[in-house]
């Protein structure tokens, strides 16, 4: 585990039950309870981010997304005349 200097503090309430079982769990991980909150939570935290990344599809809606991707473009007559004018951000 990497050693960085921490300068921010995060404080949270517990029951006296639910510290003493973060307590435990620490101790049997070889931590202090922060230490153990603190690693659990990032876990928690990357598992929540990569889960809004991370998009799992069947390997038949793969394929139809291959497969869309490698077709040519469509050639959109309104679309294509909405990008010929002048953005509202460039007036």
């Known amino acids: ?3 960085t200097q921490k300068a921010e503090q995060l404080n949270i309430r517990a029951s006296a039950a639910q510290k003493a ?3 435990e769990a620490a101790k049997l991980q070889n ?3 922060s ?3 603190l690693n659990k939570s ?3 935290a990357e598992e929540v981010i990569a889960d809004q990344r ?3 599809v069947s390997k038949s809606e793969y394929e139809w997304l291959v497969a869309k991707l490698d077709e ?3 050639d959109i007559p309104e679309l294509r ?3 010929s004018r002048p953005s509202v951000f460039e007036a």
């Open 54 to 56: 991370l998009i799992r």
């Open 21 to 23: 079982k973060l307590a």
């Open 72 to 74: 040519p473009p469509r």
């Open 1 to 3: 585990m990497q050693t």
């Open 35 to 37: 230490q153990f909150v």
């Open 31 to 33: 931590m202090n309870v």
């Open 42 to 44: 990032l876990d928690a």
């Open 81 to 83: 005349e909405l990008f």
